[in-house]
């Protein structure tokens, strides 16, 4: 007898309608712990509704979402628990210091005083941010905000990670010092990291590569798998290639 490991998020025939709109259909895949899957998608693909889905902000009437097991629709206290999410649109008070925000993300996930410290300062240390700690968030550059989300979403320890485009309007240098963190994350502590992205360049070869468009998922595999199905030597081409036979058919 063989026993499946269980996946950090497994969607299962997942769909989602809007008044007069579909927008999800039959979306199904499993993410296994410890893995980077980028949900690569152009605007309006349907990826921050997917992620409406998976956090609970909309029910899940069509299909059923599962975190490490546990079913969001009837364990959903348990199954939140577990995931660290950072949102597309910012949810930082901006009145609030740096370090008020940390310090009241923990206290919503019930850590005790003597553990959020600790955990606060290594967040804001990985995040380059602990002499920054007692400013407003107001005074922090655009990528610094970014990096302050990020450490939030991870002060609850958290074994799955979703992230919808973080790495939006960030420079260069920002921007890959905050897929380097996640990835490090990732392979250091086995997190399961959902980024959704229009970036092709933000995928790795080695990354799980989930490629939704029009609701619709066109692929999932590899992201060398992908190449090798489209016959392109570039994500970027394979992209094109997929979406562009998906809109031809
Ligand atoms: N509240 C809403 N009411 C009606 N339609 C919506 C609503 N939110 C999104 N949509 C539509 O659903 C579709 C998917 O949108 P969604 O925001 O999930 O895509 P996305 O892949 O995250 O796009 P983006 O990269 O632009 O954020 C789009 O056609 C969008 O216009």
């Given amino acids: 007898?063989?026993?499946?490991?269980?996946?950090?998020?497994?969607?299962?025939?997942?769909?989602?309608?809007?008044?007069?709109?579909?927008?999800?259909?039959?979306?199904?895949?499993?993410?296994?712990?410890?893995?980077?899957?980028?949900?690569?998608?152009?605007?309006?693909?349907?990826?921050?509704?997917?992620?409406?889905?998976?956090?609970?902000?909309?029910?899940?009437?069509?299909?059923?979402?599962?975190?490490?097991?546990?079913?969001?629709?009837?364990?959903?206290?348990?199954?939140?628990?577990?995931?660290?999410?950072?949102?597309?649109?910012?949810t930082l008070d901006l009145d609030l210091s740096a370090l008020q925000n940390l310090k009241y993300h923990c206290a919503l996930h019930g850590l005790r005083p003597g553990e959020m410290r600790p955990r606060i300062d290594a967040a804001l240390a990985v995040a380059g941010l602990a002499e920054r700690a007692k400013d407003k968030v107001r005074a922090l550059s655009g990528g610094q905000r970014r990096r302050l989300e990020l450490a939030r979403a991870l002060l609850h320890q958290p074994r799955l990670l979703l992230a919808d485009e973080p790495t939006v309007g960030l420079d260069v240098h920002s921007r890959q010092a905050i897929i380097d963190q996640v990835r490090g994350i990732c392979a250091d502590r086995g997190v399961g990291v959902l980024w959704a992205t229009h970036l092709v360049d933000e995928v790795q070869a080695s990354d799980l590569v989930l490629l939704l468009h029009q609701g619709r998922l066109l692929y999932q595999g590899s992201a060398e798998g992908l190449l090798a199905e489209t016959r392109t030597e570039s994500v970027h081409a394979a992209f094109n290639r997929m979406t562009g036979a998906a809109e031809a058919a």
């Fill in 1 to 90: 007898m063989t026993f499946e490991p269980v996946s950090a998020l497994e969607v299962s025939g997942v769909g989602f309608a809007y008044p007069r709109r579909q927008v999800l259909e039959d979306v199904s895949f499993r993410i296994p712990p410890g893995c980077f899957c980028v949900l690569l998608g152009i605007n309006g693909a349907g990826k921050t509704t997917l992620f409406s889905l998976v956090t609970r902000l909309f029910l899940c009437r069509t299909g059923s979402i599962r975190i490490f097991g546990r079913d969001l629709a009837r364990e959903s206290h348990g199954a939140l628990g577990d995931l660290g999410v950072v949102f597309q649109q910012p």
